[in-house]
């Protein structure tokens, strides 16, 4: 089996590999990401100009572009057979809730099913400077059992870890995303020059607490595996709208 690793953190994150340790014992795996920092860059393509592929060892590339983009690469750019699996992580920081739609780490796993392979998302909930040491061995543990059921198609996993010792998770729990109390997302500050600028992004989110969510799974101390599925189409409303009567 070949295993495509990225990570919206950049060629740098240490989490790397710690992620081709854990992962190396299922199969060849080939690491692509991109050569800085690309979070919340979603699904993202580089449209404008050339990627750069470069080969920083074997089995090891950057690329100067998007998660999507090296997922891509992986799939299309002929340096190698494509994977079999998707595995993007281990984000620092979490990917929970609605975040998952701003997320490079989410969608580079989403890209992994859009080109038919499975694909595996997995974040460590803190900010902290951490070695991502035993937040991939329970990821490790976590692909291992989901491997063990066989590749399914469309399988799309997007995996929470509590930042605790391995030994105090309190297990694994099955989720749902959980939604987002929105506070204040845009920061206004004044530059050295007197004008104002504008920084995304102020605090951590809150979470709503409600029963079986991600948010709520990482809080109680579990590692929360949430299955996602692409379709979007609002079933419910797509039935009454067919009595609208709408007309162009
Ligand atoms: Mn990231």
Known sequence: MRILLTNDDGIASPALAQLRRVLSPFGRVITIAPDRNQSAMSQALTLSRPLRIHELEEDVYSVDGTPTD???VAFHGKILEPPDLVVSGINHGPNMGEDVFYSGTVAAAIEGVLQGVPGIA???VTRQQ????????TVGNVVRQVLSRGLMRRLLLNINVPHRPAAE???VQIT????RVYEDTLVRKVDPRGRDYYWVGGEDPVWQPHEGTDFQSVHDGFVSVTPMQLELTDQALRADMQGWGLTP
């Open 169 to 171: 998770l309190k297990g």
């Open 130 to 137: 951490t070695d991502f040491r035993e937040a991939a061995d």
């Open 176 to 179: 749902r995303l959980g939604t």
């Open 122 to 124: 997995a974040s460590l």
């Open 70 to 72: 090296c997922v891509l």
